[in-house]
């Protein structure tokens, strides 16, 4: 059977990018959703977010189905596990695999996919739950033409920069953990900005809404720096956009990418022991902006201990 043209589309996970996916597709798309988290399925529903008991049960008739999940494990729990996507999923349904799980986990992935009759399409994003919920987006795409043309609508919809890297599946994992590389240290630059000027006696609101401007500029600058005047001295009250243990996972797969390749990634390792000194203090499930309450003076704030 192929996939139902006029179907709806199924967003599996609806944490913190699934939702705002999920919540822009619903602006053209009949959407039904799962996550395993009541408080979720809460949110989605009062989005207009057709909520499902099982990812099997949001994917029965479904045109499309976006995975949005935070690694392999999850993935593959979502995918195979008893009332799964595959258990349910239209034979010839695209699988849109949007988190970053890496080159290995996503081939894998796929080779059980297409088993099971399904087709992988590898497309991790980038750009944050505001751009998520906006359709602005970077998609960075794997797969074979056809594969890419049955996604092409939902894809469409939620990014502003769709980029079809290679036709093998792993392809947008390559170009996404590269990203990742960039986006990690990024952040921890950041965080080393705010903590130095506040440690010197500058206002680090100044810092953040001042160097933009010039040749300092970055979007994790822009997007985390605002947050960090406050994670630094209180980062539990500081919303969670993503969390910090996204970036133990994420580097970990750019660390393993590179010694792979054998290319040195010493900037890449530094940011890595920053993001592992965080989760080990208790802010793994804080933003990552927190990670500069790691650095600011012991005087101005106390981390949390282990």
Do not use: W
Not at 38 to 64: K, N, Q, Y
Not at 119 to 141: F, H, K, N, Q, Y
Not at 219 to 234: E, I, K, N, Q, Y
Request: glycine share 10%; hydrophobic share 50%.
């Amino acid at each position: 059977m192929s996939p139902t043209a006029g179907g709806p589309v199924a967003v599996v996970g609806l944490g913190a990018m699934g939702l705002p996916m999920a919540t822009r597709l619903a602006d053209t798309f009949t959407v039904k959703g799962f996550d395993p988290a009541p408080a979720r399925r809460e949110l989605a529903s009062r989005a207009g977010i057709e909520v499902c008991s099982t990812p099997a049960e949001a994917v029965a008739g479904a045109r499309a189905i976006v995975l949005a999940v935070r690694d392999a494990a999850q993935t593959a729990a979502a995918l195979f596990d008893v009332d799964g996507v595959v258990t349910a999923a239209d034979r010839g349904s695209p699988v849109l695999l949007t988190g970053t799980i890496g080159v290995a986990a996503a081939r894998d992935v796929a080779a059980r996919l297409s088993e099971a009759g399904l087709v992988a399409v590898d497309a991790p994003v980038s750009g944050g739950p505001g751009r998520a919920a906006t359709g602005e987006l970077l998609i960075m795409v794997g797969a074979p033409a056809d594969a890419v043309r049955a996604a092409t609508p939902v894809l469409e919809r939620l990014a502003a920069r769709l980029v079809v890297v290679g036709p093998r599946v792993g392809d947008g994992q390559l170009l996404k953990t590269i990203n990742q590389l960039l986006a990690g240290v990024h952040i921890a630059a950041a965080a080393e900005a705010v903590a130095l000027a506040r440690a010197a006696g500058l206002s680090p609101a100044v810092v953040v809404e001042t160097l933009p401007a010039g040749a300092a500029d970055s979007f994790m600058l822009r997007d985390r720096g605002p947050r960090m005047v406050h994670a630094a001295t209180s980062p539990e009250a500081v919303p969670v956009h993503s969390r910090t243990d996204i970036f133990v996972k994420d580097l970990a797969l750019v660390l393993d990418l590179a010694a792979g390749e054998r290319v040195p990634a010493p900037v890449t390792a530094a940011a890595h022991q920053l993001y592992l000194l965080a989760q080990r203090h208790g802010l793994g499930a804080r933003d990552d902006s927190s990670i500069v309450a790691l650095l600011v003076p012991t005087a101005d704030s106390e981390v949390p201990q282990a």
